[in-house]
Every structure is written in structure tokens, then in C-alpha cells.
């Protein structure tokens, strides 16, 4: 038989288990939707602090001027699994803008020609910084670096420092145009994050992107052409640089050499905000989504409530240490 202090001990056992099994589930849910409910989190607040925030025609706006960040956040979230880093996006976006805004004149070309040559120069530039990166075996830091420097050179000596405007209305319609009332912007948003998830999600392509990620060793010895990936993989963020370049020049109507700037870092924060983690081999296109909307929900939110631009810089900043410290945590568990 039982002893009394056996049976009074095993109530306690079955809380300790339950509650232990609770927290895990909690855990969980949180560590695999956790992003997803600080936004909502974040729109339910903003909607009670103040009244122009949820209504239709903002929450439109705030999507639509997410899209050119998010666009570009999508290919940085490829380059960070890898373990890399992509600092030319901003100075990469003023170049494609000014290159593709003087082939944009009325009468002078079709749309096709401004477009490709944008999107051309965007894919070389990421050409360039993967080749850099994995045959030169220069750190993406200092290769994305150099980028950045020359490519903002490149687009103040093309335009000779001055915008370019009087562009197209065909052009201006990528940028400003709707299609049964949804903004271009945003549909090309939807879009691109459907095809950069299904290629990180349901292919060889985003499989070998985790494993360098991972381990770039064990994925040279399981086979992996890592150099010829990572020179993709810089090329694929250099195009999504490009379809975002090209979408502003045509929102601003002009291509201007300034433009873009800490776009490189706005498209980071949104990556590592949603989830992809800086030590590499974690992240996902939605959770960049949502990170980049995070961002434009609290930029909005701040704007509508008066809140100083210096403030909102403070927060930006602080969020992104507390996600690094977050995913550093998560990692020291693991």
C-alpha cells in the first residue's frame, strides 16, 4: 500500500506536470505565431489611441508605402539566412531610379525598356555583390558595403546630382496606378511574397539557402555549389531591389539620386522584426511581411498621434535590439 505522504504528494505532481505542459504550449504558440500577435497587438492599440488609424483608406496607405520596404526586405531575408547581409539596397534603389527614369520619357521608348534595364541593373548589382561575397571570399559586409558607396557615386554621376522627371504615364502607373481599387504597389507586394515563399518554402532553391544557413561546411560536403548559390541568392535580393526602385521612381514621379536612403536598414529591421534570425539558417517571407508592415503600422500609428520623427527613430532602434536579443535568446536555448 501506499504510504500517506506518497498520496499526498501526487496531487502536486499532476499540477507541477500541468502547468509545466501549459507553459510549453504557450511557448509555442507564441514562439511560432508570436509576430502575428504583436501586430494585431499593435493595430488593435493604434485603432484605440487614435480614431483615423483604422479606417479603410489609411490602412490601404500604410500597406502601400510598406510595399517598396517590404519588396526589398523579402530579398535581404534570403541574403540573412545565408548568414550574409545587404547593405547597398537604399544606394542600389537611387541608382536603378535615375538609370530607368531617363529611358521613362513620353514618346521616346516603351515601358519594356525602362523596366528591363531597371530591373538589369538591379540583378548585376546583386551579381557583383555575390560574386565579391563568395569567389572573393570578401565578407558581405564589407562587399555590400563598397556597393553601397560606389552605386550612390554612380547614381549622383549619372544624373550629375540633379532628379529626372517628365516620365510616362504608363510608367507612372506602376507606381500610382489601381487596379479595381487596390493600389499596384500592393498587388506587386502580395505577389513577390507569394513567389519568395513558395521558392524559400517548396523548392531545392530555398532548401539550399537554409543549409548554408545552417552550416555552409556541411552543406559543401552534402554537394552544394555553395558559391554559385550565394551568387544567386545576392542576384535574386539585387532584382527585388529593383522591382522596389522602379515602383518608387514611378510613385514620386521623378528618379532622383538621394532616394533610398536607410532603406538598406528599414529593410533589415523588417527582416529581423519578422523572425529571420542574423546568425543564419532561420526565416520566413511572411513573417518579413509582417515585420515590414510592424514597422509601417507603428510609423503611421506615431505620425497620426503627432508624435515626434526622433522619437519614432528611438523606437524603430529599440525594437530591432529587443528582436536581436529575442532570436539571441532563443538560440542560446537551442
Given at each position: 500500500?501506499?504510504?500517506?505522504?506518497?498520496?499526498?504528494?501526487?496531487?502536486?505532481?499532476?499540477?507541477?506536470?500541468?502547468?509545466?505542459?501549459?507553459?510549453?504550449?504557450?511557448?509555442?504558440?507564441?514562439?511560432?505565431?508570436?509576430?502575428?500577435?504583436?501586430?494585431?497587438?499593435?493595430?488593435?492599440?493604434?485603432?484605440?489611441?487614435?480614431?483615423?488609424?483604422?479606417?479603410?483608406?489609411?490602412?490601404?496607405?500604410?500597406?502601400?508605402?510598406?510595399?517598396?520596404?517590404?519588396?526589398?526586405?523579402?530579398?535581404?531575408?534570403?541574403?540573412?539566412?545565408?548568414?550574409?547581409?545587404?547593405?547597398?539596397?537604399?544606394?542600389?534603389?537611387?541608382?536603378?531610379?535615375?538609370?530607368?527614369?531617363?529611358?521613362?520619357?513620353?514618346?521616346?521608348?516603351?515601358?519594356?525598356?525602362?523596366?528591363?534595364?531597371?530591373?538589369?541593373?538591379?540583378?548585376?548589382?546583386?551579381?557583383?555583390?555575390?560574386?565579391?561575397?563568395?569567389?572573393?571570399?570578401?565578407?558581405?559586409?564589407?562587399?555590400?558595403?563598397?556597393?553601397?558607396?560606389?552605386?550612390?557615386?554612380?547614381?549622383?554621376?549619372?544624373?550629375?546630382?540633379?532628379?529626372?522627371?517628365?516620365?510616362?504615364?504608363?510608367?507612372?502607373?506602376?507606381?500610382?496606378?489601381?487596379?479595381?481599387?487596390?493600389?499596384?504597389?500592393?498587388?506587386?507586394?502580395?505577389?513577390?511574397g507569394i513567389i519568395s515563399h513558395l521558392l524559400l518554402s517548396n523548392t531545392k532553391f530555398g532548401k539550399y539557402t537554409y543549409a548554408i544557413g545552417g552550416n555552409e561546411q556541411a552543406a559543401r560536403i552534402c554537394g552544394i555549389n555553395v558559391d554559385r548559390h550565394l551568387i544567386l541568392v545576392y542576384t535574386?535580393?539585387?532584382?527585388?531591389?529593383?522591382?522596389?526602385?522602379?515602383?518608387?521612381?514611378?510613385?514620386?514621379?521623378?528618379?532622383?539620386?538621394?532616394?533610398?536612403?536607410?532603406?538598406?536598414?528599414?529593410?533589415?529591421?523588417?527582416?529581423?522584426?519578422?523572425?529571420?534570425?542574423?546568425?543564419?539558417?532561420?526565416?520566413?517571407?511572411?513573417?518579413?511581411?509582417?515585420?515590414?508592415?510592424?514597422?509601417?503600422?507603428?510609423?503611421?500609428?506615431?505620425?497620426?498621434?503627432?508624435?515626434?520623427?526622433?522619437?519614432?527613430?528611438?523606437?524603430?532602434?529599440?525594437?530591432?535590439?529587443?528582436?536581436?536579443?529575442?532570436?539571441?535568446?532563443?538560440?542560446?536555448?537551442?
Amino acid at each position: 500500500m501506499e504510504s500517506q505522504e506518497t498520496i499526498a504528494k501526487k496531487p502536486t505532481i499532476l499540477s507541477d506536470r500541468y502547468q509545466t505542459g501549459w507553459k510549453e504550449k504557450v511557448s509555442e504558440i507564441f514562439s511560432r505565431y508570436g509576430i502575428f500577435i504583436i501586430f494585431l497587438g499593435m493595430v488593435t492599440l493604434m485603432s484605440f489611441l487614435t480614431p483615423y488609424f483604422f479606417n479603410v483608406l489609411n490602412l490601404i496607405n500604410v500597406v502601400r508605402q510598406v510595399s517598396f520596404i517590404g519588396i526589398v526586405a523579402m530579398g535581404v531575408t534570403f541574403v540573412i539566412i545565408t548568414k550574409g547581409i545587404d547593405l547597398s539596397s537604399g544606394s542600389v534603389i537611387a541608382l536603378i531610379s535615375v538609370v530607368a527614369a531617363d529611358f521613362a520619357h513620353p514618346g521616346e521608348h516603351s515601358l519594356f525598356v525602362p523596366l528591363a534595364i531597371g530591373v538589369g541593373v538591379g540583378a548585376l548589382t546583386g551579381l557583383i555583390n555575390g560574386t565579391i561575397t563568395a569567389k572573393g571570399m570578401i565578407p558581405p559586409f564589407i562587399a555590400t558595403l563598397g556597393m553601397m558607396t560606389a552605386a550612390r557615386g554612380l547614381a549622383l554621376l549619372y544624373s550629375d546630382g540633379r532628379p529626372i522627371g517628365n516620365l510616362s504615364d504608363s510608367f507612372l502607373f506602376i507606381g500610382a496606378g489601381e487596379i479595381l481599387g487596390i493600389p499596384f504597389p500592393i498587388i506587386v507586394f502580395l505577389v513577390v511574397g507569394i513567389i519568395s515563399h513558395l521558392l524559400l518554402s517548396n523548392t531545392k532553391f530555398g532548401k539550399y539557402t537554409y543549409a548554408i544557413g545552417g552550416n555552409e561546411q556541411a552543406a559543401r560536403i552534402c554537394g552544394i555549389n555553395v558559391d554559385r548559390h550565394l551568387i544567386l541568392v545576392y542576384t535574386y535580393a539585387g532584382l527585388l531591389t529593383a522591382i522596389a526602385g522602379l515602383m518608387l521612381t514611378a510613385r514620386i514621379s521623378v528618379g532622383q539620386p538621394s532616394m533610398g536612403v536607410m532603406y538598406e536598414l528599414d529593410a533589415i529591421a523588417a527582416a529581423v522584426i519578422g523572425g529571420t534570425s542574423l546568425t543564419g539558417g532561420i526565416g520566413t517571407i511572411p513573417g518579413t511581411m509582417i515585420g515590414a508592415l510592424i514597422i509601417g503600422v507603428l510609423n503611421n500609428g506615431l505620425d497620426l498621434l503627432n508624435v515626434s520623427s526622433y522619437w519614432q527613430q528611438i523606437l524603430k532602434g529599440a525594437i530591432i535590439v529587443t528582436a536581436v536579443l529575442i532570436d539571441s535568446r532563443k538560440n542560446k536555448k537551442s
